[in-house]
């Protein structure tokens, strides 16, 4: 198991930015590649970015490309996603994840879920 906590959630007017965290439990993080998804009221859980167990490999959807950027810290046993520039449409539940697989994180299909954050953006 490895317990999720996302924070960082908020309201912020568009262009403003914040900065997302998942904090994981156990000594395990290390092995995991991590992502961020979003869901929006009435839409599908999409994918937003993954990163690997390093850090050095990045994924992100095009919608978010240039203004989200996700990063690790593996002795934190966290990670984030900085998002700048933000839209109304990026107003969504941000849910971690983790996969012992980078490529499940990014096909959508990891081995653990977050809670969710709620990121609200207005104009």
């Known amino acids: 198991q490895v317990p999720l906590v996302e924070s960082g959630g908020g309201l912020v007017q568009a262009g403003g930015s914040l900065r997302l965290s998942c904090a994981a439990s156990?000594?395990?993080?290390?092995?995991?590649?991590m992502g961020w998804f979003r869901q929006a009221p009435g839409k599908e859980r999409e994918f937003v970015s993954a990163?690997?167990?390093?850090?050095?490999?990045?994924h992100y959807a095009d919608s978010v490309k240039g203004r989200f950027t996700i990063s690790r810290d593996n002795a934190k046993n966290t990670v984030y996603l900085q998002m700048i520039s933000l839209k109304p449409e990026d107003t969504a539940v941000y849910y971690c994840?983790?996969?012992?697989?980078?490529?499940?994180?990014?096909?959508?299909?990891?081995?653990?879920w977050g809670q969710g954050t709620q990121v609200t953006v207005f104009t």
């Open positions: 990163v690997s167990v390093s850090g050095g490999t990045t």
């Open positions: 994840a983790a996969a012992l697989m980078l490529g499940a994180v990014v096909r959508g299909v990891p081995d653990y």
């Open positions: 156990g000594r395990t993080f290390s092995r995991y590649g």
